[in-house]
């Protein structure tokens, strides 16, 4: 095997940086590529100390964001724009998509919603260890990553992470490993079934979840399927009366985190992908 | 069982129906009318420039926003699209509505802006945003075009790069201009605009 691994650009936006030497010692426990600009710090976890060919090892990308700033969701927002990674990994490595933990509603003056992250935020990615990846051996991942952190003002900021991992055969977990399974277990995951129930008024969805504190919703396509997301889409109790915008005599689909509070203040979010339906008749799904 | 076999075809759904957001002022709407100030104290009327033939272009603008530096400084997208049509009877005002006390706010700082991005049209300022919120302005940068017939005919983006220093592929704006220029419509009359948001009172 070659000792000097070839990077694979993943993104479309992932800049040339060369070849990449993969080699080299390094030293377990080292410190966590971590990088600051302006507001905001970020930095590279695994879950796993060394990579397993064949495997797939746990990325945590986490964002420390200082107070009174915030960082942008990837679904819906009328302002800003989403971090971004472009990941460069070994030759024959695969990368997964980003999971994103749910947002909070951010309303400015002017009626502007934006669905924001504060204080800290992992985003979490999987990456299949290439199966042929020299045991012995180091790998390298480096990823270039981008932000617009806003708070009254707005400014971009970016860092350039770098981790090596050393390929073997079996790898413990790290100290972030805990972290990052609790991160992956508040991921919003597809509702229980009956939990949500959906009816239709014409171009109106009424959402309901028998017995929550308070609904919020925050979608997910940019194509606009709600007519007034900043007045419907979040209400206390177990209603959300959504307003939907009707094209050809259809609405939706709907796609996005429902997050439903208990009466102890606690959150759960799941994910919705309610299909388009036709407006004229009147429908009541589930329970 | 209909529940499970509909969640299935959500996805294709998803993707056939898809359609442009509707985040500001929509095309076709009549164009409210404004008189606003500029940074040297000139009167800027909408009804006027209507009057006189002209095409008008509208841009939200705060000069402390990352993606109207990206505009007027890396690039100079805003400047160079106004030159190619300036000479076809078409008028670029930049709007500003920052409230008092909000970033980008005031005469001075949106007159050293016109200095130092080497604007070639003026920044009216609107501190009480009652343009803005006419318009539907949530976004700086937010374009709109402005038809002779006083109709909105363009909402939306520049262009497609909604990153804050990127360069954008495709300018929606000078392609909708050169529609209208030429008597049409443009073909993409929405796009859902990108940037700051607009710094209006609390």
């Known amino acids: 095997m070659p000792r ?10 992932a800049p040339l ?20 600009d302006g507001a905001v710090e970020v930095a590279l ?10 495997r797939i090892l746990t990325l945590g990308w986490r964002f420390r964001i200082d107070e009174g700033w915030h960082l942008y969701w990837h679904g819906v927002s009328d302002t800003g724009v989403p971090p971004s990674i472009a990941l460069t990994l070994p030759a024959g490595w695969e990368a997964g998509p980003l999971r994103w933990p749910a947002p909070v509603r951010h309303v400015s003056p002017g009626d502007i919603l934006d669905h924001v992250y504060v204080g800290e935020v992992v985003l979490l990615q999987t990456v299949r260890v290439a199966a042929d990846a020299p045991l012995g051996g180091v790998a390298e991942i480096r990823a270039r990553v981008d932000w617009l952190a806003c708070s009254e003002n707005c400014s971009p900021g970016s860092a350039e992470l770098r981790l090596t991992l050393p390929v073997e055969r079996h790898a413990g977990p790290t100290p972030d490993a805990d972290a990052l399974t609790r991160v992956f277990q508040g991921l919003p995951q597809p509702p229980p079934e009956g939990l949500v129930s959906f009816a239709f008024e014409g171009a109106d969805l009424t959402v309901a979840v028998p017995g929550a504190g308070r609904l919020e919703f925050y979608p997910l396509d940019s194509c606009g399927p709600l007519v007034a997301p900043l007045a419907d889409a979040a209400a206390d109790g177990g209603t959300l009366r959504l307003r939907l915008r009707e094209r050809d005599g259809r609405v939706g689909p709907l796609r996005g985190i429902l997050c439903v509070r208990g009466g102890d203040g606690a959150a759960r979010c799941y994910e919705l992908n309610h299909p388009a339906a036709p407006v004229a008749v009147s429908v009541k799904e589930g329970p | 069982m209909r529940r499970a076999t509909i969640l299935t075809l959500s996805g294709a759904l998803a993707l056939l129906l898809a359609v442009p957001a509707l985040a500001a002022l929509a095309p076709g709407a009549k164009a409210p009318d404004f008189d606003l100030v500029d940074t040297a104290g000139r009167h800027h009327s909408l009804q ?17 926003c990352p993606f109207i530096v990206k505009h007027h400084k890396l690039h100079r997208t805003m400047d160079a699209t106004f030159a190619a049509v300036k000479e076809r009877g078409v008028v670029w005002l930049a709007i500003n509505s920052s409230a008092a006390g909000k970033s980008g706010h005031g005469v001075e700082r949106n007159a050293k802006a016109v200095e130092e991005f080497g604007m070639t049209f003026p920044v009216l300022l609107d ?11 949530r976004n700086t940068p937010t374009v709109f075009v402005i038809g002779r017939d006083g109709l909105v005919a363009y909402a939306g983006a520049i262009d497609d790069d909604p990153s804050p220093q990127n360069a954008g592929k495709t300018n929606h704006v000078a392609a909708a201009l050169a529609a209208v220029l030429d008597g049409g419509k443009p073909a993409v009359a929405e796009t859902k605009p990108y940037g700051c948001s607009v710094k209006y009172a609390d």
């Open chain 1, 4 to 13: 000097r691994a070839r990077p694979l650009a993943l993104s479309l936006l």
């Open chain 1, 45 to 54: 976890l695994t879950a796993e100390k060394a990579a397993v060919p064949g």
């Open chain 2, 48 to 64: 006027k420039y209507l009057a006189d033939g002209q095409v008008v272009v509208l841009e939200w603008f705060n000069p402390d």
């Open chain 2, 127 to 137: 501190p009480t945003g009652a343009t803005g919120k006419a318009y539907e302005a």
């Open chain 1, 17 to 36: 940086l060369g070849s990449l030497l993969a080699g080299g010692c390094t030293r377990e426990g080292g410190p966590t590529p971590a990088a600051r």
